[in-house]
């Protein structure tokens, strides 16, 4: 049987949530019996990709961000345009039976550059498409377009993605596929963690961790003074903040993040790991995690705290009440209420009966996002991509809404 030939297009070579995901997805669907090539600039994607055992083609890198600067958005509308002649050109030579572009952005360059041609595309929508005044465009895209679907990573996402004119044309092509860890069982050892705790110079101090790229919308700022608020309450805590900034645009968050750290007077509580490859470990040796996002779709970090048993405190945004359950398996706290959340911090240091339970219970919870039962329901959309397109290359909006008849999507 002919292996099919999928192309997984994504527009930047920066390793970060959504490309962890594909990272994870790509080799389980060679499993699978795909053919699997991955088109990005050249860079840390392409080589963790190739580590993988994974075939890689260069593009040029699409350098494109929201803005309302009249400037840059020219530049990046003519980084569009140079992008979507190079795609055209590398997808003819390629030849894929379909193309899985893994963000919003990839998924419009696939699309205008594939004009004229059959090849179905799906949009993998991992971020919440922000109020701006390109964004109805790219809706009129994916909507008009018979030959796209999108997969997006929780019911918020979705219901953003979906809003405005073309709603019911995009809920009818949208399914909901929420992100997946790799189980693993908790190995590292006491003496391991004490040692951590030693070299971190946090001693059995009560440990809270954030992690996660720093910039403005996974609210590390706020964070610290929240963090402050609490350290009156009780002085013996300690914050660590895992990550950093991957673009260029988020530089000067991250230099504010370590000035207030400092204006606040808390830097000896306070340590900026930066970006680390013993994520796992640190897990492991904290006592809660803090997820101060203002706006997270469906986060990664998420899932991995859930897998290592560690219980979590976050603002109620987007897709993370899709994952965590109040007062069953973490603490919700209404967005944007620091005060909420200091008390919430204290509580949870203050019970570790109740941290323990809440943990064991999301780890439970996370045995439903499987890397095995993701990549099998992701090869099954795959498959069904092709099927449509093989049987009408202008598949009709009802035969989409018959496809996807089970997406909930609101």
Request: net charge positive.
């Amino acid at each position: 049987m002919k292996r099919i030939r999928v192309v997984h297009y994504n527009h930047t070579e920066v390793v970060s949530g959504a490309e962890r995901v594909l990272l994870s997805l790509l080799p389980r669907l060679v499993n699978q019996g795909f053919e699997s090539i991955l088109l990005s600039p050249a860079g840390q994607l392409q080589e963790e990709a190739q580590g993988l055992g994974i075939k890689v083609a260069s593009c040029h890198s699409l350098q494109a961000r929201f803005t309302s600067n009249p400037w840059k958005l020219a530049q990046y509308l003519r980084s569009f345009v140079l992008s979507i002649r190079n795609i055209r050109r590398k997808l003819n030579d390629l030849g894929p039976d379909v193309v899985h572009a893994n963000s919003v952005r990839a998924g419009l360059v696939v699309s205008v550059a594939t004009i004229g041609l059959d090849t179905p595309i799906i949009w993998h929508v991992h971020d919440a498409l922000p109020s701006h005044p390109f964004s109805p465009v790219i809706r009129m895209v994916a909507a008009l377009s018979r030959r796209t679907s999108s997969v997006v990573v929780s019911r918020s996402t979705a219901r953003i993605f979906s809003r405005g004119l073309f709603h019911r044309i995009i809920s009818r092509k949208t399914e909901v596929l929420h992100n997946a860890v790799e189980l693993k069982p908790n190995l590292s050892a006491a003496q391991e963690r004490t040692q951590l705790r030693d070299t971190l110079a946090v001693g059995d101090r009560f440990l809270i961790g954030c992690v996660g790229q720093v910039c403005q919308r996974k609210g590390q700022i706020a964070l610290v003074e929240i963090f402050a608020e609490a350290l009156k309450s009780n002085p013996e805590m300690a914050l660590i903040i895992v990550g950093s900034a991957l673009f260029a645009a988020d530089k000067p968050y991250e230099e504010r993040l370590h000035q207030r750290i400092g204006e606040l007077g808390i830097g000896e509580s306070v340590r900026m790991l930066g970006r680390r490859n013993d994520v796992p470990l640190l897990l492991q040796t904290m006592d809660v995690l803090v997820l101060p996002s203002v706006h997270d779709p469906f986060p990664m970090v998420l899932l991995e705290s859930m897998a290592a048993a560690l219980p979590i405190v976050a603002y109620s945004v987007d897709g993370v009440p899709e994952l965590i359950d109040d007062g069953k398996t973490g603490w919700l706290v209404p967005p944007g209420d620091r005060s909420q959340m200091v008390r919430t911090i204290l509580a949870a240091e203050r019970n570790p009966d109740q941290r323990h339970r809440f943990a064991e219970a999301a780890r439970q919870v996370v045995h439903k996002h499987t890397l095995s039962n993701y990549a099998s329901t992701f090869a099954e959309i795959l498959r069904g991509r092709v099927i449509q397109s093989d049987r009408n290359p202008c598949i009709s909006d009802e035969t989409e809404h018959r496809s996807h008849a089970k997406s909930g999507v609101a």
